[in-house]
């Protein structure tokens, strides 16, 4: 599995920027795609994450309402768009896959190398 990653940068407080993210691999055994974030010194935490066959949408708490996740699967693509930043987001955002063979076995996680957000004060 293979990820392209693009969007991050330097950017004010209050400010927005948009993560992208191809992925490579099956489409038909993907499960989820989705963004964790890790800032320094900081273990690595989930941000949010999309079904990749259904509807449903997940974020963390901290960014509800502030970051919206989409995908096109047309492109194996997903998108988190990212609003009113904070200095609290800085982090490497990293993109993330599970897949899975059928409903029966357990998905298998993967992540890319990430990209890096900072938020100015």
């Known amino acids: 599995v293979q990820f392209e990653e693009s969007g991050g940068g330097l950017v004010q407080t209050g400010g927005s920027l948009k993560l992208s993210c191809t992925v490579s691999?099956?489409?038909?055994?993907?499960?989820?795609l989705g963004w964790f974030r890790q800032a320094p010194g900081k273990e690595r935490e989930f941000v949010a994450d999309?079904?990749?066959?259904?509807?449903?949408?997940y974020y963390a708490d901290s960014v509800k309402g502030r970051f919206t996740i989409s995908k096109d699967k047309a492109k194996n693509t997903v998108t988190l768009d990212m609003n009113n930043l904070v200095p609290e987001d800085t982090a490497v955002y990293l993109c993330?896959?599970?897949?899975?063979?059928?409903?029966?076995?357990?998905?298998?996680?993967?992540r890319g190398r990430g990209t890096q957000v900072t938020v100015s004060s």
């Open positions: 691999g099956d489409p038909n055994s993907m499960y989820t």
């Open positions: 993330t896959a599970d897949f899975r063979r059928s409903a029966y076995d357990p998905p298998i996680h993967y």
């Open positions: 999309v079904s990749w066959s259904g509807a449903a949408v």
